[in-house]
């Protein structure tokens, strides 16, 4: 059975599929193995994942350019996310720096990762890719969310 990442990297053949598809496997590793106690679903964070990369990597009828506005707009949601458990954190006076330390890492290391690429993108509003990026970066944030509430 294929990783999650692998019809994504099998599409695009390129070497930043292959870092970011890697990235978001250790990621959703991490998520299992440091927040054991935690209300964390990394089974339900890995299925999303692995829809949206799926997804986006295996449809023939999608271009390169939508799929960079797709992966932009699901790590701006994943850094959303990540942002968000970091104020959970705060909020409830956790203090546990290795976890905290963890969700800063995946957060800044997926924004890297674009950044270095060149597909870190935030297109202008009106247009078509506008449209895509904020659209699934909603549902992005919205999955995270529903996997952190059931």
Request: aromatic share 6%; net charge negative.
């Amino acid at each position: 059975m294929k990783s999650y990442g692998e019809g994504f990297q099998e599409s695009t053949s390129d070497d930043f599929a292959a870092k970011y598809s890697k990235s978001q496997e250790n990621d959703v590793d991490t998520l299992g193995s440091s927040m054991r106690k935690e209300r964390v679903r990394p089974s339900l964070l890995g299925l999303g994942i692995s829809s949206v990369l799926q997804g986006v990597g295996s449809c023939p009828l999608v271009t390169k350019e939508t799929k960079d506005v797709l992966v932009a707009a699901f790590e701006n949601g994943l850094q959303n996310e990540h942002d968000e458990q970091l104020r959970i954190l705060n909020e409830k006076d956790i203090q546990e720096p290795e976890l905290r330390q963890s969700v800063v890492q995946m957060r800044d290391k997926g924004y890297d990762l674009l950044s270095d690429a060149g597909k870190l993108i935030e297109p202008d509003s009106k247009t078509r890719d506008g449209w895509l990026f904020s659209g699934a970066s909603t549902a992005t944030v919205g999955l995270m969310r529903l996997a952190r509430s059931v």
